[in-house]
């Protein structure tokens, strides 16, 4: 049961991403600050090999698409940020 309630969850989050990450491709930009980025990639990233060890499959599976969808934005980030002259 867990499983699905943390799903449901992921679920949520992975929906409030995408049209941030649509945003980025269509406008050429990447809004979020590299540090919130990173650190919620490799956060998510952790929650899915953690869920994996335990079993919670269903979980492992959205939170895969979560840590993808941050990754999207940090890549947009790195990508599309304009450069600094000096």
Do not use: H, K, N
Request: charge should be positive.
């Amino acid at each position: 049961m867990i499983d699905y309630i943390m799903s449901l969850a992921g679920v949520l989050m992975s929906y409030a991403l995408v049209p941030q990450v649509v945003r980025g491709f269509r406008r050429r930009e990447g809004v979020v600050v590299v540090q919130t980025a990173l650190l919620t990639t490799i956060g998510m990233a952790t929650m899915t090999v953690c869920g994996f060890t335990l079993g919670l499959y269903w979980s492992v599976g959205v939170w895969g698409a979560t840590t993808a969808l941050w990754g999207c934005l940090l890549w947009q980030r790195i990508r599309y940020a304009p450069s600094r002259e000096v």
